[in-house]
């Protein structure tokens, strides 16, 4: 058995003898992602590629507990105008977020971007960082409290996809020239229409596969349009602190949907795959 969650922020309790960035009664976050410091893309700061990667809950023990022993490599200082739970919800999303549009993808002012799942914690965040840098913001969602969402969020343009035609709908938008970058995290369910939306030079970036990992793909397409499809995981060290430095300067922040305390830990997995949420759920000791 595994400990789930991958997201954290709470006070440290204790301290080893060799750790000098922290003291007992700190309030920090956790960085999610870790990495042997020692091969090759360690050593080139690009953590995200080792060669021995790994995310907290997802192939070692997690944060779905009470206490938790973590490297200080690992922990922030947790914002003062962010609550627990606020900080809680941040991590995970907010890095893998910022590494597909600004590290991947490379968004730039004026070019239109398309967000899946507008109300998941990762597009939350991802509407935020597309609106920072200032682009401009198509979100897709399934329901009139996640469409509510992102507008509040700054989405320019929100589409429910359970009762629109996608792909008319943004080429109306778009004049027909379809999108500049999609971002992607949802898989085979929606990466037909992904591409059919995805304009000339357009750059696709996907992190996920949760309605399935097999799609099809016209390569003529892909070489007439001179398009880009690219896989992002993660983000390195400097990303996570560079969407800190966003989240500190208060650009960015958390969107929490409901808490659950720990003993109601079931209720919160059904409430997620049921996917109820507008954001991030957090559970509480």
Known sequence: ???????????????????TSFKTGDEVLIQPLTYCRECRFCKHGLENYCESWGIYGENQNGTQCEFMVVDEDHLRSKPHHLSFEEAAGFPLVAQTAYNMLVRRAKIKQGETVFIWGAGSGVGSIAIQIAKEKRCLVIAAGGSEEKLNLAQELGADKVLNYKLVDVKEEVNRVTDGG??????????????NTSLKILGKGGRLVTCGAT???????????LFYKQQSIMGSTMGDVAAFDEVIQLLEEKKIWPVIDKVFPMKNIRD?????????QAGKVILVP
């Not at 379809?178 to 990466?191: M, N, Q, R, S």
């Not at 919160?268 to 109820?276: G, I, M, P, Q």
């Open 1 to 19: 058995p595994c400990i789930l969650g991958s997201d954290g922020s709470g006070t440290v309790k204790e301290i080893g003898s060799k750790v």
């Open 178 to 191: 379809g999108v500049d970058v999609i971002f992607e995290h949802v898989g085979a369910k929606t990466w």
């Open 211 to 221: 309605t399935g990992a097999h799609v099809e793909i016209d390569i003529r397409h």
């Open 268 to 276: 919160a997995h059904v409430y997620l795959e049921e996917s109820h």
